[in-house]
């Protein structure tokens, strides 16, 4: 009698012109199923079994290369030439993206097989999804997939995987331009003092960020080392992120944590702050010694957070939104997105009509002079209007033939009071 296989070896079976080879496999269910290879000799559906065992374990051979499908590719790029690579906020949003749409709109294709037709569909059905919100998706977020698999797809071309990279044969929508969005004057000196009147953790989180103009995820990650009451000034050199939980008996896929870089490198800065916010600072810090007497060691010492919840842990952006949009309603102020308190910053700065362009700029941490200009210009008249009038020296002469005054027919007619 022939010896027993173990258990996962398979099992043979002759046909016509080779062998058929079963093995059992368990699902992604917990089910047990069987999966077939078909060769010429048993070495070959044993090696043909061991390749496929391997991928699904996302160990990939040479030999497999030639048949990996979008997801298998994804994957492995993302463990290989991602993770490690990057900064770990890009390593979050590349595994989002990979994640909700490459993987799961195209993944089941085979990556030598993918054409630029097929993307453009892809990215043209993007237009169509929705969000969390329900609203469609962005031509912004489209142009973050779009560059994402376009890295990928150029490292696949670089691997000699594909013979060229298929996402540059498509066309994206075009995105609008949108200008900044900020609150009047009126309504962020209601908000401010509201806040002020209320004095909670939440309010002076969004007088300092109507006062700063530094992102939200800046001002969570802010801490007290980072503060110099006595200087009145602030170092913004880190942000709290959510990125990837590595904890398999976690429940939660993401974790807040502190990231020791901003959105650019021109984005590390030292601000200085009012006399009266550095007062509301001090307030904080007078709060947290009372929560620490009360929780004691359950505090989070160790993140020295400035803005924090009573544990010393820190405030979810969510928690933050939920709040302010509840003041907000009470307040009667229609609701604006979290960013537009740093447009409104912006924008008060510009209105005064006393601060440069590049001053502005070093203030927001932008990268580039441009990228200030390009979003503020609307808010700039009368400082346009001045630097205008600074150079209208040099145009005038072109004029001198031209008669000074415009006759009183070119204006429309004055309404006396009676038609008034």
């Known amino acids: 009698m022939a010896n027993r296989r173990k258990n996962g070896e398979g099992c043979f079976s002759r046909n016509g012109n080779g062998f058929d080879y079963r093995i059992t496999y368990i699902d992604n269910s917990g089910k047990s199923k069987y999966k077939y290879f078909w060769a010429k000799t ?3 559906c044993i090696e043909k079994a061991t390749i496929w065992r391997n991928e699904q374990n996302g160990i990939y051979t040479k030999d497999a290369n030639s048949n990996w499908t979008i997801e298998q590719w994804a994957n492995y790029w993302y463990d290989n030439y991602v993770v490690g690579k990057v900064k770990i906020t890009t390593q979050s949003d ?21 054409t630029g037709q097929m993307l453009q569909r892809f990215y043209n059905a993007c237009s169509n999804k929705t969000n969390s919100k329900g609203e469609n998706l962005s ?46 004057a009126e309504d962020a000196e209601k908000l401010a003092q509201s806040c002020i009147k209320c004095g909670s953790t939440m309010d002076l989180l969004i007088i300092f960020l109507l006062c700063t103009g530094v992102r939200l995820g800046e001002a969570l990650g802010l801490q007290w080392s980072k503060v110099n009451l006595f200087k009145k000034e602030i170092r913004i050199d880190q942000q709290v992120q959510a990125i990837p939980n590595t904890d398999k008996n976690s429940k939660h896929k993401y974790k807040l944590e502190i990231i020791k870089s ?45 803005f924090a919840k009573d544990d010393g842990y820190f405030i979810c ?40 362009p590049k001053t502005v700029s070093q203030l927001l941490g932008h990268s580039s002079i441009g990228i200030t200009l390009d979003t503020y210009t609307h808010v700039m008249p009368t400082k ?15 004029f001198n033939n031209i008669e000074k005054d415009i006759p009183d027919e070119m204006f429309p007619k004055k309404l006396n009071e009676k038609e008034a």
């Open 42 to 44: 048993k070495a070959e």
């Open 94 to 114: 590349d595994k989002s993206i990979l994640d909700h749409h490459i993987i799961k709109d195209i993944g089941q294709y085979r990556l030598k097989n993918i």
């Open 139 to 184: 031509p912004k977020t489209i142009k973050n997939i779009y560059t994402v698999a376009n890295r990928m797809f150029k490292c696949a071309y670089n691997n000699d995987l594909i013979s060229f990279n298929p996402n540059k044969k498509v066309e994206l929508p075009k995105r609008e331009k949108k200008f900044a969005n900020a609150l009047t």
């Open 262 to 306: 901003t959105k650019t490198r021109y984005s590390n800065r030292t601000l200085p702050i009012l006399k009266e916010l550095s007062t509301l600072l001090y307030t904080i810090k007078q709060k947290q010694i009372e929560n620490q007497t009360l929780n004691k060691n359950n505090y989070r010492y160790d993140l020295d957070l400035v």
């Open 317 to 356: 952006d969510t928690v933050f939104r939920k709040y302010l949009n509840s003041k907000l309603d009470t307040l009667g102020i229609e609701h604006f997105r979290i960013h537009d308190l740093r447009h409104s910053y912006a924008t008060r700065l510009f209105e005064s009509g006393q601060y440069e």
């Open 384 to 398: 346009l209007r001045n630097e205008v009038n600074k150079s209208a020296y040099i145009f005038r002469r072109y």
